[in-house]
């Protein structure tokens, strides 16, 4: 099957300015995370979609940050304006959790390389 | 809230020699679930083995086995016969499902291993 796609892999950008990243899930998968990994650390959950509707936000800056999840299908984060500290790799994951226990793994894309400069 | 420790950020070993990952992590939870990612130059986390803590039994997956311990709240992961392809970041995550939890995903800090030929 394919797996989950992202794009674009390497984004450079001035603060300030905006930019926007993309997430195709796997094919049915109903949960689907963004995650921010800064160099050094491990990832961090920005934000967290049940199909369409977000479960988990707590983490997100929304004062710059921004998240939608298009028919319970792709997703796209957005950061406006952006700051030198968003410079990190931002991953998208997905899993199915059809039932408590199965899909508790969650597939993951290649992620995006954000620097900010 | 629940907090996830690799106190170990680079490890080496000789390839067809075995290591072992540390990780702790700290939950008032008894149902859960942790797991070891693997995270090469690509950037694509991978799952190596999970591992649910209503069973006392040690997954393992091949040459990849962990050493659960739940009242110590230890975790590790042992790698034998290490292969120069195992050389990769390792992220060891622990996530809660529902009642309780969101199937949200924590992750330590990671450990960078590096296999020697």
């Known amino acids: 099957e394919a797996g989950v796609a992202q794009s674009p892999r390497y984004k450079i950008i001035e603060k300030r300015q905006s930019v926007a990243f993309w997430c195709n899930p796997i094919s049915g998968h109903a949960t689907l995370y963004w995650y921010q990994q800064i160099l050094g650390q491990g990832p961090k959950l920005l934000i967290q979609f049940q199909n369409n509707g977000v479960v988990d936000d707590s983490q997100l800056p929304k004062d710059r940050f921004s998240a939608e999840r298009l028919k319970g299908v792709d997703s796209t984060l957005k950061i406006q304006p952006a700051k030198l500290e968003d410079s990190a790799v931002y991953l998208c994951?997905?899993?199915?959790?059809?039932?408590?226990?199965?899909?508790?793994?969650?597939?993951f894309g290649q992620g995006t390389r954000l620097t900010v400069v | 809230a629940q907090t996830v420790t690799q106190s170990q950020p680079e490890m080496s070993v000789q390839e067809a020699e075995t290591v072992t990952l540390s990780c702790t992590y700290d939950t008032s939870e008894s149902n859960y679930y942790l797991f070891w990612y693997k995270q090469p130059p690509s950037r694509q986390m991978i799952l190596v083995i999970r591992?649910?803590?209503?069973?006392?039994q040690n997954a393992t997956e091949n040459r990849f086995s962990v050493n659960f311990q739940k009242a110590a709240k230890s975790f590790s992961l042992k790698i034998s016969d290490s292969q120069l392809g195992d050389t990769a970041m390792y992220f060891c995550?622990?996530?809660?499902?529902?009642?309780?939890?969101?199937?949200?995903?924590?992750f330590g800090t990671g450990t960078r291993l590096k296999v020697l030929a």
């Open positions: 994951a997905s899993s199915p959790f059809i039932r408590r226990d199965l899909g508790t793994e969650a597939f």
């Open positions: 995550a622990f996530m809660k499902p529902p009642p309780s939890g969101t199937y949200k995903y924590i």
């Open positions: 591992q649910e803590a209503y069973k006392q």
